[in-house]
């Protein structure tokens, strides 16, 4: 009997030692006719966790994940690495700014190749500013469900979409895609030159076909206006006039300011940057 009761305190003592090690296990699944989109993940620091994606074809990808303290004073952390891996590809930072490891997994076409489907695992302290990531090849099927398992709580928010979506996503046409944005700027371009265009004529017949009559009603509406207010007294329609003068002078600037950021504006979007 007392033998019995020390293997039960032992098996106690050893729970309580593991448990703690595989604090939380979420299976994420896709409702039925759809596909995870994106699977965001927010850990503390002294968190270890490990992922698993499953494919609608079957196929599989393993990944992990830490976010480690390196340099402790007082009892406060002064360092930190956050760690991702995938698929044996890895990828790492170190951080000396205190703050949340966000790491969101997706399927994206490689960076470098977009003919060639990839599990990307995009990480930072910034949930939505993803500056570092790391990729693996991935079948040409939909992630529809993940499982995870970290040492502490963690906070996740899964984002899905159509099965059909998703599978255009991984199965897509590349060259399609390449011919419609191609598509796109084309047509844009004429847009963008009728614009400018009309824009020029318009300048033109203004201030280079007519630029006696603008220059004079420049100068003669101010006038007349001035004279309207003064009723009479030289130096009140001396002050109305320049004063008038230099709203319409501002007036004018303003335009020919907005007219050269607007052609500004749309050549820029030509630009290959």
């Known amino acids: ?18 448990v703690p090690a595989f604090a939380q296990s979420v299976t994420i699944t896709a409702p039925s006719g759809q596909a995870i989109k994106y699977l965001t993940i927010g850990s503390d620091e002294g968190t270890t966790g490990t992922i698993h994606f499953k494919l609608n074809d079957g196929s599989s990808i393993d990944g992990s994940w830490s976010y480690q303290s390196t340099l402790d ?23 000396i700014t205190p ?16 003919s060639q489907n990839t599990m990307r695992g995009a990480y930072g302290q910034i949930n939505g500013g993803w500056y570092n990531w790391v990729e693996v090849n991935s079948p040409s099927s939909p992630v529809v469900s993940i499982t995870f398992t970290a040492d502490k709580d963690v906070e996740y928010t899964p984002e899905y979409w159509a099965i059909g979506d998703a599978n255009q996503n991984v199965a897509g046409d590349y060259f399609e895609y390449i011919r419609n944005i191609m598509a796109l700027a084309y047509e844009s371009f004429w847009i963008a030159y009728a614009f400018i265009s009309d824009l020029i004529y318009w300048v033109r017949y203004f201030f280079v076909d007519n630029l006696t009559l603008i ?23 001396i002050r109305g006039y320049f004063k008038t003068l230099r709203g319409f002078f ?8 907005l007219l050269t950021e607007t052609i500004g504006t749309v050549i820029g979007w030509f630009k290959l940057v």
Request: aromatic content about 14%; proline content about 2%; overall charge positive.
């Open 1 to 18: 009997m007392i033998i019995v009761k020390r293997l039960l305190i032992l098996f106690v003592c050893v729970a309580l030692l593991v």
């Open 99 to 114: 703050g949340k490891f966000y790491t969101k997994f997706l399927q994206v076409k490689a960076m470098l190749n977009g």
């Open 250 to 257: 501002e007036f004018i600037f303003n335009v020919w300011r």
């Open 215 to 237: 220059l004079a009603l420049f100068f003669a509406v101010p006038m007349a206006f001035a004279a309207k207010n003064s009723k009479g007294n030289p130096e009140r329609f």
């Open 73 to 95: 004073v007082g009892g406060y952390s002064l360092i930190r690495i956050g760690n991702i891996s995938l698929g044996g590809e890895d990828a790492g930072t170190t951080y």
